[in-house]
């Protein structure tokens, strides 16, 4: 398999022979919203051209409707007849923008002989995460590649550390920016993993596993930057064939590991 982070939680992965695009927010730097003030979104331009996003894409995956991870550029650009998954209740809104082939994701979805599974997670807590909405990640598995558990918008929780426990999987791709939102009264809460949490998931998946942490960089409400977590790695002692933290644009190879 083949991933290459584009920018933010945006993903090109190259899959069992075919190419698959994750989370796809494809507008201009700072065209958006600040969410804290500090600077309009996203904060980075993207790293390649969008005909080079979408060339030859096959299949979508829409995790959930925030602008950082499908975007009103993604509305007008994405090719309308391709096969998108969703979770369960945001079908009608992307249907509503043109796409004639939305499945949501109520359990298990098998395209092209590739096996997409809905996991749970938690974007944030109490009143905040009420706020954000439901989220999902997948485990998204084929003969003969590795077993990816992308575990989308969500902080480090029982339904990840179950889904690690219960599939094992080979590379895990986690959202490491430290995203925080406040609530009524001001007080701002992690949304998505910080430096802790992506460091305590590397402890507790299995030694085969690669974790790839994406989503940072990009958004002004980011509270963890990639030297921030290098520098946390390195002082837990993880070294970085085990943590990847690739910039925009990058692009990762990954075999089956033997185990």
């Known amino acids: 398999m083949k991933l290459q982070l584009i920018r933010n939680a945006t993903l090109r992965l190259q899959y069992a022979g075919h190419v698959i695009l994750i989370d796809p927010d494809l507008a201009p730097a ?21 005909d080079q996003i979408l060339h030859d894409v096959e299949f979508v995956v829409v995790s959930h409707l925030h602008q950082d991870h499908f975007d009103t550029v993604a ?18 809104f ?18 092209q002989g590739i096996q997409f599974k809905r996991i749970g997670g938690h974007h944030g807590t109490g009143e905040v995460e009420t706020i954000m909405k439901n989220v999902m990640g997948m485990m998204i598995q084929a003969r003969g590649e590795p077993t990816i558990y992308w575990a989308g918008d969500t902080i480090l929780c029982d339904e990840v550390r179950q889904a690690i426990s219960d599939y094992a999987p080979d ?31 590397c402890r507790i998946a ?3 596993t690669m974790i ?13 930057t990639r030297g ?32």
């Open 171 to 201: 590379v895990i791709v986690t959202h490491s920016c430290g995203a925080m939102w406040p609530d009524s009264a001001g007080e701002r809460w992690l949304i998505v993993m910080d430096a802790d949490q992506t460091i305590e998931t």
């Open 206 to 208: 299995p030694p085969h």
């Open 75 to 92: 509305y007008e650009v994405v090719p309308k007849h391709l096969p998108l998954i969703c979770q369960p209740g945001d079908e009608t």
């Open 30 to 50: 700072f065209s958006r919203r600040s969410f804290t003030g500090r600077s309009p979104n996203p904060m980075v331009e993207l790293p390649i051209p969008i």
């Open 94 to 111: 992307i249907h509503e923008k043109g796409f004639q082939d939305v499945m949501p994701l109520e359990s298990s979805y098998t395209w």
């Open 212 to 224: 790839i942490a994406t989503h940072m960089e990009a958004l002004d409400h980011a509270t963890t």
């Open 228 to 259: 921030d977590l290098r520098k946390a790695a390195e002082l837990a002692g993880i070294l970085p064939q085990r943590l990847a933290v690739p910039s925009d644009g990058e692009i990762l190879t990954i075999e089956i590991s033997a185990h």
